[in-house]
């Protein structure tokens, strides 16, 4: 009866260790197209806060740098990473590039 019972209880933890479910996680900037339209060269550093949220990468040593980034994890693995990158010039926008929505441009410079 004693070795039955280890023997059961061993499958049973066998059989459940493989089965942790890991929920899918998305982080960062959920950005949508219809905001992103909405970006127009020279609208300033506070207009585009205001239609796209903050950063989510502010770098204090290059203040004309917006970075964009979202990751997508499946099952614990990064399945996709979507970056939107803003250049500035005088509180201006004067570039975009990235990979945020690829049917669009890759990279767009704006002059």
Avoid: H
Avoid at 30 to 52: E, N, T, Y
Avoid at 71 to 79: I, Y
Avoid at 90 to 103: A, H, I, Q, S
């Amino acid at each position: 009866m004693k070795l039955t019972t280890i023997i059961i209880s061993l499958l049973i933890l066998m059989f459940t260790t493989g089965c942790i479910y890991k929920i899918p996680v998305q982080q960062g900037n959920v950005l949508i197209q219809d905001d992103v339209d909405q970006i127009k060269p020279g609208m300033s550093k506070r207009q585009i806060a205001i239609i796209l949220g903050t950063p989510a990468i502010a770098d204090s040593f290059n203040q004309n740098r917006w970075d964009y980034i979202n990751t997508f994890k499946l099952k614990g693995k990064v399945e996709e990473i979507k970056r939107l990158t803003l250049y500035f010039e005088d509180d201006k926008l004067v570039k975009t590039e990235g990979n945020y929505f690829p049917e669009k441009n890759s990279e767009t410079i704006i002059e």
